[in-house]
T-cell receptor
Framework: GEDVEQSLFLSVREGDSSVINCTYT??????LYWYKQEPGAGLQLLTY?????DMKQDQRLTVLLNKKDKHLSLRIADTQTGDSAIYFC???????????FGTGTLLAVQP | DTGVSQDPRHKITKRGQNVTFRCDPI?????LYWYRQTLGQGPEFLTYFQNEAQLEKSRLLSDRFSAERPKGSFSTLEIQRTEQGDSAMYLC?????????????FGPGTRLTVT
């Protein structure tokens, strides 16, 4: 199947860490991605992780992948009000070029 | 290049009318994708072009939908006999050819409202 599930909403205070979770069903995924969507703007790729990695760090972003449990998470350190957006996990299967997106998590950062 | 552009940004139409959307990808990108996003959901894949060839179509793309990329540059998505269920954001993305990971660059989308 192609189901990708995310929690709908997360609220954090500015300066705290945010953790956005994603579970997926397709075990053939080679790369998993995190995209950010701000109002009125296109989707923007934040980071990605190869399926044989457990962790990837990119400045304030840390991606954790538990392939056994098919669980992906995105941690944003020192969350800022500018991080308020919808975050989508997505995967790109080996034989196809399309992206399969999760349902999205709305991150609200309180000042 | 300023990125992927889409036109129009908003379209309101009456049920039964035909609509056409345009996407201009990043100029050197061979691959072009159309997605549809409804409120509270993630984008869903519709179709994919490699240059002018349409290589994949989702089962979401009913007979009322047709997409073209005649010269391998811009693309159009036409919806015939629109229905209220077609109301959504239609997103276009482009990417270069190559092995993954390949970033897909998204346009701002065309929001369609069918009344």
């Amino acid at each position: 199947g192609e189901d990708v599930e995310q929690s709908l909403f997360l609220s954090v205070r500015e300066g705290d860490s945010s953790v956005i979770n994603c579970t997926y069903t397709d075990s053939s995924s080679t790369y998993l991605y995190w995209y950010k969507q701000e109002p009125g703007a296109g989707l923007q790729l934040l980071t990605y992780i190869f399926s044989n990695m457990d962790m990837k760090q990119d400045q304030r972003l840390t991606v954790l992948l538990n392939k056994k449990d098919k669980h992906l998470s995105l941690r944003i350190a020192d969350t800022q009000t500018g991080d308020s957006a919808i975050y989508f996990c997505a995967y790109h299967g080996g034989a196809t070029n399309k992206l399969i997106f999760g349902t999205g998590t709305l991150l609200a950062v309180q000042p | 290049d300023t990125g992927v552009s889409q036109d129009p940004r908003h379209k309101i139409t009456k049920r039964g009318q035909n609509v056409t959307f345009r996407c201009d990808p990043i100029s050197e990108h061979n691959r072009l994708y159309w997605y549809r996003q409804t409120l509270g959901q993630g984008p869903e894949f519709l179709t994919y072009f490699q240059n002018e060839a349409q290589l994949e179509k989702s089962r979401l793309l009913s007979d009322r939908f047709s997409a073209e990329r005649p010269k391998g540059s811009f693309s159009t998505l036409e919806i015939q006999r629109t229905e209220q269920g077609d109301s959504a954001m239609y997103l276009c993305a482009s990417s270069p050819t190559g092995l993954p990971p390949i970033e897909q660059y998204f346009g701002p989308g065309t929001r369609l409202t069918v009344t």
